[in-house]
Structures are given as C-alpha cells and as structure tokens.
C-alpha cells in the first residue's frame, strides 16, 4: 500500500456534504442539510438530525428527550451508540472561529437518566480532526469511534480516556464489527483491516479494488466475511486470513451494507444505479435480481404508466420476515424519495410508497409494526409507515429550541 494510492469518489455524491462544509465556513447554517442517522432497540427511536439528536418513543409516539449544540452550525450525520443506557455520538465538525482556520470535531460521551433526561459524562474535541460519519461501537468498557480524518479511536467509554488510536490511509466511515477479540474495519483506502480490540494491533488486512464505505458484515457458520465495494463487486472473503472465497457483482457502486439472512443463507444488497439483487450467502449464486427504477405517484399524481427513475439506493436493504424493505434516493427531479416492499423469496414487488418528504438515504429502522424512514425535510424528521401495505402510520419532527 502507498499513499498515493486512493479511491476515486464520484463529486456528485459530495455534492449535499460540500455545501454543508462550505455554508459553515462563511458562517450561515445550512438549514436542514444533512440527512438523519438512525438506530432503534426496537422500540425506540434513536436519531441524529441537524445540530442535534433525539430520543423518540414509537408506540407513544412522544419525545423522551432531546439534545441540541449550543453552535447552531453544528450538525450530526452519524447514528447514536446506546447501550444500557450510555449514549456515544460523534459530530459532523464546526467551524473553529476567526483565530482557529481548522473545524473542530468531539466525541460526546453521555449518561441517559430513565429515558427522560442527558447528563454529559465527558466531551473530547481534542482527537478526532476531520468528520465523524459512521456509528460507534460499544463493547463492554471500550467505544471504537471511526472518524473522517483516517482514525479509529478506542476510548474509555466512562471517561472519554483514548486507549490506542489505528490510523488507516483514507477516511474511516463505517461503523467497526466486533466479534472475539477483533474488529473489523473498512476505510475508503480500498482496505479491510483486523485489528486486537484490546490493543489496535493489526492482525491481518486485504485490499479491494475500490473504496469501500460499508460495513463488513459477518457469516460465522460459513466462515466469510462480506465487504461492498465501489468496484462494483460483493467480496467474501475468508475470516480468518482475508482470501477472496468469490465476489458477486453489481451494476454500479454499492456504497451500504448488504443485509445477511442466516435463515434463508441470502445475501441482499442493492447498487447506485437502483438495482438490488439476492445471492447465495455461501457462494455468491444469484438468487433474483430486480430493479428500483420506476416510480407509482409523483408530486401526488399517480403515473401511469410509472415514471422511470434512476434514483441511487444508498441505504442498507432491511428485511422482516418474508418482506425485503428497499430505501430509494427516488426521482431527483421531484426531490421525493421511494420506499419498495419486495418479496424476500422471488424479488417481486409487493408494494411501494412515494415519500413526498425528500429524498431517502438513511437505512430504515423497524420499530413495532412500522418500518421507519429518516427524512431531510422541516416538516419531518421521521416518517413511519405499515409493514404489510406502506400506508403511512405517522411523522414527526421534534421542536425547535
């Protein structure tokens, strides 16, 4: 590997986080910029949005709490940590000031209290130097913080104490996996690295033909390792070592996850151009493929025949029981996103809903009997609809302060 070596990432896609940097340097907020970061213990919501985050109870349907940073340039893309009750986030950067040309970037580390209230633990503006974009891990006493600026950081989750640092040679903005002793990272440097939980010393690292934003994603029973690709390619790969086992491939960048179905040994993952495809878990074979190119209702109107669209899936595909869920960038054009129901078995569609709100980038959540989509909108934050038909159930945005 050597520095000079780096992925070549599409302007287009930047597009929405270059002008977030840009209006923060000149000292205007970017109203309602970015698009929100979600997570869910399954029954509640947690979100990032703006210069803030919030927890959102589903089956009430009320807020539990809320933070908000005092520099309303400030902005969170990446989901919420929370486990028992101890919530890690990273932000999005602000500007320094006139005496600090360089943004500054913390780690927050804060106590949730009977999910009614946020007591801050420790704040650290002083490690991370570029964005933080991918969700902590929590493991045990240890948080592993992926950052913008090339950096994994291990803290201290109760005091914010760094305990060793792993530099890669791109931006880091996936959350790590976790299992054993090690974590599996990816970075834009094109690379999958195995680091020592305990101390970040590398065990074994493979590099890819193209620059991967994803998250690995783990097959235990088969022994693989799965890493998505700007190169167009699903790659498994052997746990132990790295070796390719065999890749399956997609018509355009796959920039999310793939989801895995242990139950049914499928794969599901879906590209930029649309397109979302089923294979085997454990040897790649294509199961179905489909395409998410044409859209029912366009600005209220029903199209018939549908629009065709070219709309980037970027969010993870999400499945619950024999439904796969599919979030769509949609039609451009319109600025509405396209929500997709498909059979998890054939690829058929089963239904799909228009969310006239914005477009969709964020992987949906499934809290209750709704599957939830974050949206970039001043009306709505979270938009929540049915499982078996779409309608939707309900929206919220949370107060301004």
């Not at 950052?147 to 890669?168: C, M």
Request: hydrophobic share 45%.
């Amino acid at each position: 590997m050597t520095n000079g070596k780096r992925p070549f990432l599409r302007p287009l896609f930047f597009l929405l986080l270059f002008a977030t940097i840009f209006l923060a340097s000149c000292g205007v907020q970017p109203q309602n910029q970015n698009w929100p970061g979600l997570t869910t213990d399954g029954d509640i919501i947690y979100a990032s949005y703006g210069p803030g985050f919030f927890a959102f109870d589903a089956a009430e349907q009320r807020l539990l709490w809320q933070y908000r940073a005092e520099n309303a340039q400030l902005f969170f893309y990446a989901p919420p940590s929370v486990v028992e009750g101890t919530l890690i986030i990273g932000d999005y950067s602000a500007a320094g000031g006139m005496l600090s040309p360089q943004s500054i970037t913390s780690i927050y580390g804060i106590e949730i209290v009977d999910n009614q209230a946020l007591n801050e633990r420790w704040i650290r503006p002083d490690l991370a130097r570029d964005r933080i974009v991918g969700q902590p891990l929590q493991v045990g006493d240890l948080v592993y913080v992926p950052s913008a600026d090339n950096t994994l950081f291990a803290l201290d989750v109760n005091t914010g104490e760094e305990i060793w640092r792993f530099d890669a040679e791109f931006s880091i903005w996936a959350q790590p996996v976790y299992h054993e002793g090690l974590l599996y990272i990816t970075s834009l440097d094109r690379n999958i690295y195995v680091l020592a939980a305990e101390t970040g010393d590398v065990q074994w690292s493979q590099e890819m033909s193209g620059a991967i934003s994803a998250q690995p994603v783990l097959n235990l029973d088969d022994g693989l390792i799965y890493v998505a690709s700007f190169d167009r390619l699903l790659h498994a790969l052997d746990i132990n070592d790295g070796t390719e086992i065999w890749s399956a491939s997609a018509n355009d960048w796959i920039w999310s996850a793939p989801a895995y179905d242990p139950e049914t040994n499928a794969l599901y993952y879906g590209d930029a151009a649309g397109n979302v495809f089923a294979v085997a878990a454990d040897t790649g074979a294509e199961i179905w493929t489909t395409a998410v190119h044409e859209m029912k209702v366009v600005e209220g109107v029903i199209q018939d025949p549908p629009l065709e669209i070219k709309g980037a899936i970027q969010a993870s595909p999400v499945y619950h029981e024999d439904i796969l869920y599919i979030a769509s960038e949609g039609n451009p054009e319109s600025e509405e996103g396209v929500l997709v129901a498909l059979d998890r078995a054939t690829g058929a569609e089963l239904w799909q809903q228009t969310v006239t709100a914005a477009p969709l980038f964020s992987t949906p959540v499934i809290a209750g009997d709704a599957i939830v989509v974050g949206v970039t909108s001043e009306t709505a934050v979270l938009i929540a609809h049915d499982l078996t038909d779409g309608s939707q159930l309900w929206a919220y945005a949370p107060p301004e302060e």
